[in-house]
């Protein structure tokens, strides 16, 4: 009995050496239904290469604008003749989630979807460019997209991050301190023409000397602030300068304040001359009045940061603080540092000047 394994063994071996010997070239292979019992049925696959990379990690563009996502694909050996392949872009919001479809393609015929309906495009300026074209941009298109090809049974990717060049600024509630839960933050943000704030940006506005000792939350759904100079009340001075992290925390039972982040400006921001000074219900009826609307925060911040708006009067804005933004520091004018200068929130019946906003199409 102990020889039949070794019978089938060298007759399995013959059989593997006849089909070596009748085998197609090394460039090719060919798979046997047997879960079909057949013998006749075979898919020939070709031993071409599929490749699909990006030129860049990251691409920076600013609101309004449009930005191109750079994905390519080719084969090695390289292919004689095209061939169809599917190419899907998808995103990864910076809060993280599911992956969100952007675009389906294939060869001429592709789909566009949600809010990137009517935005996005492939390049196609040459075979294998399936490089994306996002065009008007907005605050929320930052995050991480994923360039996807598919040919046959072979599927590459490559990822690119999308990042916004911006202002990033601390916001709190009008009642003061710590009063915004994660939703609150959120909401706060888009009320101030911005959005929440990604580690990456407030990275970014540390770097560029943003010293703030009020922990707010960030789009990550963490919860840090930046600090350039230690001190007492905020960590201690034996702590390097860096951003201090609280880490995750929940999101409807913690309350903090929010790191917001505003892009460049579709308009134009300025103080309106008026005499005498005027309150709150006054300010916003006299930028209706020169067809405009009361400046928001995150508009006047991207004023300050894009156009260089430099004012020594403070000015109320449309949520019911008072501000003015300095780009030369000088005498009788605040601090020594560049900024955007806030009196809080004072009550409406207090008498100060007013920012306007109006759109460019206005």
Request: proline share 6%; charged share 20%.
């Amino acid at each position: 009995m102990a020889c039949v394994p070794v019978l089938l063994l060298t007759c399995a071996q013959l059989a593997l050496s006849n089909w070596a010997l009748s085998a197609p070239s090394a460039s090719n292979f060919f798979y046997h239904d047997f879960l079909k019992g057949t013998d006749d049925t075979e898919i020939q696959l070709s031993a071409v290469k599929l490749h699909v990379d990006s030129a860049q990690s990251t691409v920076f563009a600013v609101r309004g604008g449009n930005a191109t996502l750079p994905c390519s694909f080719w084969y090695e050996p390289d292919v004689n003749s095209p061939r169809e392949v599917r190419v899907k872009w998808s995103w990864i919001s910076v809060a993280g989630g599911p992956q969100i479809d952007v675009l389906v393609a294939i060869g001429s015929r592709s789909r566009t979807f949600g809010e990137f309906r009517g935005r996005v495009h492939l390049r196609q300026n040459f075979p294998g460019d399936a490089a994306l074209v996002v065009t008007e941009l907005q605050l929320n298109d930052t995050g991480r997209y994923i360039c996807g090809v598919v040919d046959r049974l072979e599927d590459e990717s490559a990822t690119v991050d999308l990042e916004l060049r911006g202002v990033v600024f601390p916001y709190q509630h009008p009642h003061g301190r710590y009063h915004l839960s994660f939703l609150g933050a959120q909401r706060a943000c888009e009320e101030q023409d911005s959005t929440l704030a990604t580690f990456t940006q407030l990275f970014q506005a540390w770097r560029e000397g943003l010293n703030w000792c009020n922990a707010g939350w960030l789009a990550d759904r963490t919860v840090q602030y930046p600090i350039t100079q230690p001190r007492g009340p905020c960590g201690g001075h034996g702590l390097t300068p860096g951003v201090r992290s609280y880490g995750r925390r929940q999101l409807h039972l913690h309350r903090y304040d929010v790191f917001c982040f505003s892009s460049s400006l579709q308009g134009k921001v300025y103080y309106l001359q008026s005499s005498p000074k005027i309150n709150l219900t006054e300010a916003q009826q006299a930028c209706q009045h020169d067809k405009a609307q009361i400046a928001k925060v995150g508009q006047l911040y991207a004023a300050w940061k894009f156009t260089g708006l430099d004012r020594c009067d403070a000015g109320w804005l449309a949520d019911g603080s008072v501000r003015y933004p300095t780009t030369r520091p000088r005498r009788n004018c605040g601090p020594s540092e560049p900024g955007v200068r806030s009196f809080g929130f004072p009550p409406p019946d207090h008498k100060h000047g007013v920012y306007c906003y109006k759109a460019e199409d206005s």
